[in-house]
T-cell receptor
Framework: RKEVEQDPGPFNVPEGATVAFNCTYS??????FFWYRQDCRKEPKLLMS???SGNEDGRFTAQLNRASQYISLLIRDSKLSDSATYLC???????????FGKGTTLSVSS | DVKVTQSSRYLVKRTGEKVFLECVQD?????MFWYRQDPGLGLRLIYF???????EKGDIPEGYSVSREKKERFSLILESASTNQTSMYLC??????????????FGPGTRLTVT
């Protein structure tokens, strides 16, 4: 079983739609969780951290369920510029290497 | 503005050649990483370094070696390139501080083709 698993998609949605991505991780000792975004032919960049209490950044909401070892990312009111691959990322221990999921591809159309 | 640069955006090498991929960061970061990214396989960690002259194997170190002689520079070496090493290679760096270590800054990548 892969340490971080995501539905690869692609998710094809119209502008204005709400879309949710899910991710599961297998190592219960994992400590930190993040979403990175990677545009086509570009490098990955940190989108947001994920906390048990949930956190929101504008149209983006991230949630963590430690009991189920499940992470989610919700995007409301999708924009064309949201089209990208979203990578679920887990850190076993602070300061150690990150573990990246394979990514979920989102395509927003007008 | 933080910056990670890689020596080449595109590289074509022949099977058996020795290949050097260079990465430089200007953020005084302690941690540096080398990944390869392939369709359907995602980002896979090859090697990482927590300090000068220190290195740790990642998930797929076979066929690669690394060098970290200076804090700002982390080199990936393919001793004898093979066609299965054709890939996109991404370098990244991060601070050692616990609150910042999770944010890795990536270079633009080097697309290596081995013929």
């Amino acid at each position: 079983r892969k340490e971080v698993e995501q539905d690869p998609g692609p998710f094809n949605v119209p502008e204005g739609a709400t879309v949710a991505f899910n991710c599961t991780y297998s190592n219960s000792a994992s400590q930190s969780f993040f979403w990175y975004r990677q545009d086509c032919r570009k490098e990955p960049k940190l989108l947001m951290s994920v906390y048990s209490s949930g956190n929101e950044d504008g149209r983006f909401t991230a949630q963590l369920n430690r009991a189920s070892q499940y992470i989610s990312l919700l995007i409301r009111d999708s924009k064309l510029s949201d089209s990208a691959t979203y990578l679920c990322v887990v850190n076993r221990q602070a300061g150690t290497a990150l573990i990246f999921g394979k990514g979920t591809t989102l395509s927003v159309s007008s | 503005d933080v910056k990670v640069t890689q020596s080449s955006r595109y590289l074509v090498k022949r099977t058996g050649e020795k290949v050097f991929l260079e990465c430089v960061q200007d953020m005084d970061h302690e941690n540096m990483f080398w990944y390869r990214q392939d369709p359907g396989l995602g980002l896979r960690l090859i090697y990482f370094s927590y300090d000068v002259k220190m290195k740790e194997k990642g998930d797929i170190p076979e066929g690669y070696s690394v060098s970290r002689e200076k804090k700002e520079r982390f080199s990936l070496i393919l001793e004898s390139a093979s066609t299965n090493q054709t890939s996109m290679y991404l370098c990244a760096s991060s601070s050692r501080r616990p609150r910042e270590a999770h944010e890795q800054y990536f270079g633009p990548g080097t697309r290596l083709t081995v013929t």
